[in-house]
């Protein structure tokens, strides 16, 4: 009888956990793909800071430079705004270096992603620059984006 009592709990426990796991796996935030567009820079007649998702190359143009360099990896990321949509992290202009770097992009509901991104800030310099982090995403996943930033 004792046996059958432990194996009877030994189940239920099993059973218990296996529907937590299946619940909380539900929940769990869905990772979206993206890469990051290297060699631009925010052209100095915008004023403020440009929108967080863009969607034309049109768009894209008024808002951003290309910044070529020599070398094979001198050339900036192309972007195929008929397959592709960008969300642009920029601060204001500061004199502090500083990088952005993308913690997590995630879809946590159907309407909206979560990009979580870290701000790490140095030494000031002699000059002033615009930080800028700019992220090429799959256009099946466009939907508004809730960005929030950490700082370190």
């Known amino acids: ?5 432990m194996l009877f709990i030994s189940v239920a426990v099993m059973y218990c956990t296996f529907l937590c796991g299946c619940h909380t796996s539900k929940k769990m935030d869905k990772t979206i793909p993206y890469e990051v567009a ?3 820079f925010v052209r ?3 004023n ?13 143009e008024h808002y951003f430079g290309i910044a070529t360099v ?3 990896d001198g050339r900036p990321t192309e972007i195929d705004f008929n397959k592709s949509f960008v969300i642009c992290i920029a ?6 270096a500083t990088d952005l770097s993308v913690i997590s992009l995630t879809n946590t509901n159907s309407d909206q992603l979560d ?15 615009q930080p800028l982090l700019l992220l090429i995403v799959d ?14």
């Open 115 to 129: 990009l979580r991104y870290e701000i790490k800030r140095g030494e000031k310099r002699s000059y002033t620059t």
């Open 38 to 40: 290297e060699r631009y």
């Open 44 to 46: 100095n007649d915008v």
């Open 48 to 60: 403020g800071v440009p929108p967080t998702t863009i969607t034309s190359a049109k768009e894209f």
């Open 91 to 96: 601060l204001e202009p500061t004199e502090t």
């Open 139 to 152: 256009k099946k996943y466009e939907r508004p984006v809730i960005p929030e930033a950490v700082d370190k």
């Open 1 to 5: 009888m004792k046996a059958k009592f």
């Open 70 to 72: 020599m070398g094979p």
